[in-house]
């Protein structure tokens, strides 16, 4: 075996090994690449609820409010 | 909790703050205090209920863990690939830049190749190898990783390469060049004939360029001086005086005139100098193939040496203009002159007589056509020649210029016999006589040989001139013309006259002026005049086989490149086909061995 038949097969195996440690690794990377995502998603809908829900409050109350002051006047 | 977007959660907000804001203000504290109070209550408990800040928080905690999870899954998977690619990059480092013998046996001088691995990264792993002669490449051969030659590329220049694809099915023959002609490679004619006629038009090409180098000796022998055949002024700077532009310009003609054996009838007449026209057209000969030389020289042969000028000048319309009327002058000149000397016995005849101004430089005057000294008086005469076409002729045209030279010549005569140191001519001065000494004369002399009568002569008689024709001059002069004094002088009185107006004029010169000319620099020899136009013509003609061949030579130059150009393209269309044909052995055999020792058959 001449010099660049061993670096061609040394390369050749090196490679090999590239590969089967890529194929060994990564479905767990895939796994926890997926929760990962599913994981960020559910956070986004959760910041996104808690910033619409400022309005929700004040506007109840000013409903009320407004009740109030329209039905109330008279009886007292 | 959600709220449809399309509420717009801040918009309802501000909205229902106004109606709340103008109810407040309509209705009593009481109710204010209230509806306040019971606001800020549900608004507390409704915050209270829908605030979920710790969902939030723990969502976000786990999301970082997982996070965190995954880099490090990533960052382990790295390193271990990173780990291999350096191996890798040491095995293949072994190999570039590394020189390996080339030890087959062969005939091109192939002693150098190199190998390098390269990697697409999709698992198509090939061997680049390029064999070199000396340091040039030669060959480049790309193989798969199990030894099968995929790529067979030969180079004839860096530029210039036959490629061989054997990936595909067919393998696929390429040839690249850079080759930019207009050749037609289809209708190459063979090697031979090329080779052939290259080495006739060398031997051409060689011989002309002898031809070249004689025709430069000739002519250094000639020695010509070309630079200019008329000067406009003297080696002072000054304009030429009017008898050295006359004498120059009639020796010129004349000379000319013999030299081409011409003989035009008439002196006057507008084409008078054909002489100088032959000559003129000599010259510009010359010039033409001067001009050829100097651009030939400029644009094809830098280094040629020639000691000749780009151009000589030239006469233009006006000088000949000028000139033929000059000549025409002088010619009519020497005919009152001829007139004047039927009959010249005991008379004093000279033409161009310069006599001094009164307001002039010494020894600078006014020049008197034709001056006429006998027992009769003092005549100075204005020549005037001019195309008459009719029996009659009016002599007034021309008449306040003409009187203005009659009132110059005469009060110039006047004022040169009172410088006289002569004690005759002062004596003459004293008698009351000397007054009516001067008569002066115009004569009109045709340019044609039509007869005619003169008219409007009257004018000149208050100037005390007359005006009259060529053929009434000699009556005049001899006889004395009816309305002159009669004035009777002695010979020796007329001895005197003669010396000091004639003879003395000779010390005198009229003034220079411009547009005066003097040929090959006033050279009368008509020998030399002769030997200078000999060489113009031999001149013209050697320059003329010169530039011929030095035309010959760039078209010769032309057809040479352009066979050049042939022979290249047929030495490299052979070399492209042994390209080819290596190309497809050398793949044969390595469909035969898949090996890396690599049993060579690329030469």
Not at chain 1, 41 to 70: C, F, H, N, T
Not at chain 2, 446 to 456: A, I, M, R
Request: aromatic residues 8%; glycine residues 4%; proline residues 3%.
């Amino acid at each position: 075996m001449n010099k660049v038949q061993k670096a061609v097969q040394d390369f050749s195996e090196l490679q090999k090994q590239k590969e089967e440690l890529i194929k060994q690794t990564q479905p767990e990377i895939d796994k926890v690449s997926k929760k990962v995502a599913n994981e960020k998603k559910y956070y986004d809908q959760l910041l996104k609820a808690q910033e619409r829900g400022i309005y929700l409050p004040i506007i109840i109350s000013m409903v009320i409010m407004i009740i109030i002051l329209l039905f109330l006047k008279n009886i007292i | 909790m959600k709220i449809k977007g399309s509420l717009n959660g801040w918009k309802v907000a501000v909205v229902l703050g106004l109606i709340t804001l103008l109810l407040l203000l309509k209705n009593s504290l009481l109710v204010d205090g209230i509806a306040i109070i019971v606001g800020g209550l549900v608004y507390l408990a409704i915050s209270y209920f829908l605030k979920d800040k710790q969902r939030l928080v723990e969502q976000k905690k786990s999301l970082d863990t997982i996070n965190q999870q995954l880099t490090t899954l990533k960052n382990n998977q790295d390193q271990q690939l990173k780990t291999i690619t350096d191996q890798q990059d040491q095995v293949t480092s072994k190999l570039e830049n590394q020189h390996f013998s080339y030890d087959f046996p062969n005939n091109e001088n192939l002693s150098v190749q190199t190998y390098e691995i390269n990697d697409s990264g999709k698992q198509n792993l090939f061997v680049v190898r390029k064999v070199f002669e000396a340091d040039k490449l030669r060959y480049r051969l790309v193989y798969s990783k199990d030894a099968h030659i995929l790529q067979y590329w030969q180079y004839l220049t860096p530029d210039t390469y036959t490629q061989a694809d054997f990936e595909k099915t067919p393998p696929k023959y390429e040839y690249h060049s850079n080759y930019e002609g207009t050749l037609d490679l289809n209708n190459l004619p063979s090697i031979e004939t090329v080779n052939t006629q290259l080495q006739s038009k060398d031997w051409y090409y060689q011989q002309l360029k002898n031809k070249v180098r004689h025709q430069l000796a000739v002519i250094e022998k000639m020695n010509p001086q070309t630079s200019s055949w008329f000067l406009r002024k003297d080696t002072d700077g000054q304009w030429f005086k009017d008898h050295q532009a006359s004498s120059s310009l009639l020796v010129a003609e004349k000379t000319s005139r013999r030299y081409f054996d011409l003989h035009p009838d008439n002196d006057l007449a507008p084409n008078n100098l054909p002489g100088l026209a032959k000559v003129e057209k000599l010259y510009s000969n010359l010039n033409v193939q001067l001009k050829h030389l100097a651009d030939l020289k400029t644009t094809y042969f830098k280094n040629l040496k020639v000691n000749l000028p780009a151009e000589i000048n030239n006469l233009t319309e006006h000088d000949l203009t000028a000139l033929s009327n000059r000549f025409a002058a002088e010619s009519a000149k020497s005919m009152v002159d001829q007139k004047l000397r039927e009959n010249g016995k005991n008379k004093f005849i000279a033409e161009d007589v310069v006599v001094l101004l009164p307001d002039g430089k010494a020894n600078e005057g006014t020049q008197i056509d034709n001056l006429v000294i006998s027992d009769k008086g003092i005549f100075p005469i204005e020549t005037e020649e001019r195309t008459i076409n009719s029996k009659s002729y009016n002599a007034s045209n021309g008449y306040q210029e003409i009187s203005k030279q009659i009132i110059e010549h005469k009060n110039a005569i006047e004022y040169t016999l009172k410088q006289s140191q002569d004690p005759v001519i002062q004596k003459l001065l004293q008698k009351p006589i000397a007054q009516y000494l001067v008569h002066s004369l115009v004569v009109f002399v045709g340019k044609s040989s039509q007869d005619f009568e003169l008219k409007n002569t009257k004018p000149y008689l208050e100037h005390g001139a007359h005006a009259l024709r060529l053929s009434d001059l000699q009556e005049v002069v001899s006889e004395g013309g009816d309305s002159l004094v009669a004035v009777d002088l002695t010979r020796e009185e007329v001895k005197a006259l003669g010396n000091e107006l004639i003879k003395n004029s000779k010390n005198r010169t009229a003034e220079g002026r411009a547009g005066n000319l003097v040929f090959w620099n006033g050279e009368t020899n008509e020998n030399v005049i002769n030997h200078t136009l000999d060489t113009v013509k031999d001149l013209t003609k050697q320059l003329e086989i010169m530039n011929d061949c030095l035309d010959h030579l760039i078209e010769l130059q032309e057809e040479i490149d352009n066979l050049k150009v042939q022979q290249d393209a047929i030495n490299e269309i052979k070399q492209v086909d042994t390209g080819f044909t290596h190309a497809r052995r050398y793949y044969e055999n390595q469909q035969k061995t898949h090996d890396y020792s690599f049993v060579d058959s690329i030469i």
